[in-house]
């Protein structure tokens, strides 16, 4: 009887202390994604008035009293870029409140990951050649790289990487995109973006994959960037069923590595 009435109690105490966890828990989880909502709506209202501004803004560089004028013009640009950086900012907020509710589904299809790694290398070449970067890429032609996946957020996902390798190497640096076949299973492909850059110092690697972190802002100052790029990576990475990872070593220069599943 002891021993039943022993267990009545602890199986009791169970339950209501389930049962408080529970309700205590319904403000919070009400609060969060009150607040995932708010930021959602909030990214999504602001890039209509931006994309309207910005396309004002060209109009207006058009004008004779603008482009005769380097003050003017100047502020113009600025203003532009300005603009430009926010619908950027807004469209990270967006990506990322839409991941955090489940809200955002993947298109999957079948794709060949090499023909979309070309198209993504030919898009970050004006970058790359405007600071005389050498841009490499490296696959094994008689390989296969077919993977069920979501093109479009495949692609932002390599734009983010080869944006980021480009961005923190110096002028004359080598940024490399590998593609590489997993052969053991569960079969897969290694995505990997090279550089020669800045690198990332070893405490800091763990936490650059979270949101709005950057690496030692005086370092990064003059290097635009809001730190959401790599959580958005993460993000698409692991809703694809893959991991990504990074190896870098200070003044040499950093590896970003994707393995994406089949
Ligand atoms: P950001 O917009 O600041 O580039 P990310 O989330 O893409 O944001 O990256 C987070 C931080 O990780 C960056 O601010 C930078 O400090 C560091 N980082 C990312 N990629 C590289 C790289 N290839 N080389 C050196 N540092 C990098």
Not at 63 to 73: G, M
Not at 109 to 135: F, N, V
Not at 145 to 174: H, M, S, W
């Amino acid at each position: 009887w002891l021993g039943a009435a022993f267990l009545l109690f602890c199986a009791l105490a169970v339950y209501f202390s389930y049962r408080m966890a529970a309700k205590a828990m319904v403000p919070i989880l009400a609060s969060y994604e009150q607040q995932r909502k708010f930021t959602a709506d909030a990214s999504h209202e602001l890039r209509t008035p931006l994309s309207v501004l910005l396309s004002s803004i060209d109009t207006l560089q058009m004008e004779d009293s603008v482009e005769q004028n380097p003050f003017a013009a100047k502020v113009v640009n600025n203003m532009k870029e300005e603009i430009r950086r926010m619908i950027q900012l807004s469209g990270s907020l967006l990506t990322l409140a839409r991941s955090d509710s489940g809200h955002s589904e993947l298109n999957l299809h079948e794709h060949r990951l090499e023909a979309e790694a070309a198209r993504t290398m030919e898009s970050i070449r004006p970058l790359a050649e405007a600071k005389d970067i050498q841009l490499h890429y490296e696959y094994d032609p008689h390989a296969s790289f077919t993977i069920c996946c979501d093109v479009e957020r495949i692609r932002q996902l390599l734009i983010i990487l080869l944006d980021n390798a480009v961005k923190y190497t110096p002028e004359g640096g080598q940024v490399a995109l590998t593609l590489e076949s997993i052969h053991e299973k569960p079969h897969g492909v290694l995505i990997k973006v090279r550089d020669t850059g800045i690198g990332i110092p070893t405490e800091d690697q763990p936490h650059v994959f979270d949101r709005f972190y950057r690496v030692d802002k005086s370092r990064t100052r003059q290097i635009e960037g809001y730190g959401l790029g790599l959580s958005i990576a993460r993000w698409i990475t692991e809703a694809h069923g893959g991991s990504i990872q990074v190896e870098s070593v200070l003044g040499e220069g950093s590896t970003f590595t994707v393995r994406l599943p089949e």
